[in-house]
């Protein structure tokens, strides 16, 4: 997972030139990957902080993102299209990973 916590830490440099390189299917603007597809959104109850499985408070919970001082920084929930989408502790998306 810490791996996953460097992407966000260098996300807008590295995503520039990785977006480039993979065109459209690793684009925000492909509504695949929009913040306003509903598949996306922390209002649905698969991504939302609400659901148990994404809560700091669950000591069970294994899609946290921790930093290297093994504080938690948010949580990964996995898309049905093989992407995965990254949010903060709040349900604020800092970021994906595209899928197919």
Do not use: C, H, K
Not at 29 to 36: D, K, L, P
Not at 56 to 75: A, L
């Amino acid at each position: 997972m810490r791996a996953l916590a460097l992407v966000i830490a260098v996300g807008p440099a590295l995503y520039a030139s990785v977006a480039a390189a993979q065109g459209y299917n690793s684009s925000p603007y492909n509504y695949q990957n929009s913040e306003y597809n509903y598949q996306n959104s922390p209002y649905n109850y698969r991504n939302s902080p609400y659901n148990y499985q994404n809560s700091p408070y669950n000591p069970f919970s294994t899609n946290g993102i921790y930093d290297n001082d093994g504080n938690r920084q948010g949580y990964a929930v996995p898309r049905s299209d093989g992407g995965v989408n990254l949010f903060d502790n709040d349900g604020n998306r800092l970021g994906y990973t595209p899928g197919r």
